[in-house]
């Protein structure tokens, strides 16, 4: 696989944790809030649509929707 697909797949196994848990970006940049980190929903959409977010970012939304879990096989 290419980075590109590597991307291609963190940012589908991440948008399904939100859509599993029904978080939009609002609601996702309230709840990083809560944790103390500042993300608008404009730059989280734009993140995900990239593909290309950090590790730290990755856990970050984790812990803020409450993921404790990811199953990284399909």
């Excluded at 291609?8 to 609002?26: D, F, I, S, T, W």
């Excluded at 103390?36 to 730059?43: A, F, L, P, S, Y």
């Excluded at 409450?66 to 990284?72: E, F, Q, S």
């Amino acid at each position: 696989m290419t980075d590109g697909d590597w991307q291609e797949r963190v940012k589908g196994l991440l948008k399904a944790e939100l859509k599993k848990r029904g978080v939009g970006y609002k609601q996702l940049a309230e709840k990083l809030e809560e944790i103390g980190i500042h993300e608008t929903d404009r730059n989280i959409a734009n993140k995900l649509a990239r593909g290309g977010f950090s590790a730290v970012f990755l856990a970050q939304v984790l812990t803020a929707i409450g993921c404790h879990t990811l199953h990284l096989d399909g």
